[in-house]
């Protein structure tokens, strides 16, 4: 049974870099197609960020594009969201989730990133 | 890509049976029947309930069941339990190979 783990600094400044981890444990990270990021600020509703091909191959939220990087780390068996010039706005909890089949599952705990000065 | 439309919240006594809608369009809802719907209680992670429209994971009580028409897609939970009372989010692929989500429905058992 595969499971996710998100880890990363819990603020960041705005105007900065948010950088977070997801390690897949219990299975290789190549034995699911791709691999996904959600978003979900407090209150409010949930927000696809991106998903990762293992080959490395991206696919982005088109509202986000022009920030997000999203890339995998086979060796170490995760994979990873860079979101640069952040606000407040940016502020969520972050989930990684597998969407094999087109579902999403598993889902990560979630970790909570403030952006603030 | 416009986030799919939920009702706001919907409610229901114990035993009875509740519906939640997502409408999208022949992009995403519309395109395939790649539909798929999520229990997220407070501070928790969300919770596969429905995949492909009406397909239940291996755990999910036989109590929720999915349907689609056109652009909208459904999502009934019958005998409803206090264990009910959530978040539910809708999800679809998209014909430009992105995800878009529902804008989320609190179920209250009154």
């Known amino acids: 049974q595969v499971q996710l783990q998100e880890s990363g600094p819990g603020l960041v400044k705005p105007s900065g870099t948010l950088s977070l981890t997801c390690a897949v444990s219990?299975?290789?990270?190549?034995?699911?197609?791709?691999w996904s990021w959600v978003r979900q600020p407090p209150g409010k509703g949930l927000e696809w960020i991106g998903q990762i091909h293992h080959s490395g191959s991206a696919n982005y939220n088109p509202s986000l594009k022009n920030r997000v990087t999203i890339s995998v780390d086979k060796s170490k068996n995760q994979f990873s969201l860079k979101l640069n010039s952040v606000t407040a706005s940016d502020t969520a909890v972050y989930y990684c989730a597998s969407p094999a089949g087109k579902k999403f599952d598993p889902w990560g705990q979630g970790t909570l990133v403030t952006v603030s000065s | 890509q416009s986030a799919l439309t939920q009702p706001a919240s919907v409610s229901g006594s114990p035993g009875q049976s509740i519906t939640i809608s997502c409408t999208g369009t022949s992009s995403d809802v519309g395109d395939d029947n790649y539909v798929s719907w999520y229990q997220q209680h407070p501070g928790k992670a969300p919770e596969l309930m429905i995949y492909?429209?009406?397909n239940r994971p291996s755990g999910v009580s036989n109590r929720f069941s999915g349907s689609k028409s056109g652009n909208t897609a459904s999502l009934t939970i019958s005998g409803l339990q206090a264990e009910d009372e959530a978040d539910y989010y809708c999800s679809s692929y998209t014909s430009s190979v992105t995800y878009v989500f529902g804008t989320g429905t609190k179920v209250t058992v009154l």
């Open positions: 219990g299975g290789s990270i190549s034995s699911s197609n791709w």
């Open positions: 492909e429209v009406s």
